[in-house]
T-cell receptor, first 114, second 114 residues
């Protein structure tokens, strides 16, 4: 079946611009997660959704970062006034309810802020 | 083991050998421990998980061992193949109010030589 999809696959933006990253989870997965991976680093948790609500936003680095999920499916991660340190691969994952230990990841969006 | 920054631990093996990848975790309250495989340009791929009340779990060609006394996790890959070459991450899930959040280690680079 179809896995997690993310768009765009690559995004180059100028410092100070806003960007939106999109995630389509696996059909039937009610939980959705966003992570960030900097070059050569492990993954850093950003936010978690159960349905359309976000019980855990503890990983969002600043108020420039926000995310929403609509219809219990698609999610968008928005970064306002991008900075060079925002450059990273942004990964989305989804899981069945109650199985947050078994997350399935998309291919990621590589964001480069120039 | 784990490392900080760009200098990831590396493991080089010959095809057909067994591989052991190690991980030290930090949170003694974690409920689940998980191994992910990440190939270049792709998102992490779920391999296997183990619950904190277990000390060993086997999958297809993989075995995960958990030693809670010393907070150590290992992944054993039997008869390693060139397709196993990737970065391997351990992750922990604290459960409870942190249910959706995986905390990842920095990763180990596995290279399998034909």
């Amino acid at each position: 079946g179809a896995g997690v999809s993310q768009s765009p696959s690559n995004k180059v933006t100028e410092k100070g611009k806003d960007v939106e990253l999109r995630c389509d989870p696996i059909s039937g997965h009610t939980a959705l997660y966003w992570y960030r991976q900097s070059l050569g680093q492990g993954l850093e948790f950003l936010i978690y959704f159960q349905g359309n609500s976000a019980p855990d936003k503890s990983g969002l680095p600043s108020d420039r970062f926000s995310a929403e999920r609509t219809g219990g499916s698609v999610s968008t991660l928005t970064i306002q006034r991008t900075q060079q340190e925002d450059s990273a691969v942004y990964l989305c994952a989804s899981s069945l309810r109650g199985r947050g230990y078994e997350q399935y990841f998309g291919p990621g969006t590589r964001l480069t802020v120039t | 083991g784990e490392s900080v920054g760009l200098h990831l631990p590396t493991l080089s093996v010959q095809e057909g050998d067994n591989s052991i990848i190690n991980c030290a975790y930090s949170n003694s309250a974690s409920d689940y421990f998980i191994w992910y495989k990440q190939e270049s340009g792709k998102g992490p791929q779920f391999i296997i998980d183990i619950r904190s009340n277990m000390d060993k779990r086997q999958g297809q060609r993989v075995t995960v061992l958990l030693n809670k006394t010393v907070k150590h996790l290992s992944l054993q890959i039997a008869a390693t193949q060139p397709g196993d070459s990737a970065v391997y991450f351990c992750a922990e899930n604290a459960g409870g109010t942190s249910y959706g959040k995986l905390t990842f280690g920095q990763g180990t680079i596995l290279t399998v030589h034909p």
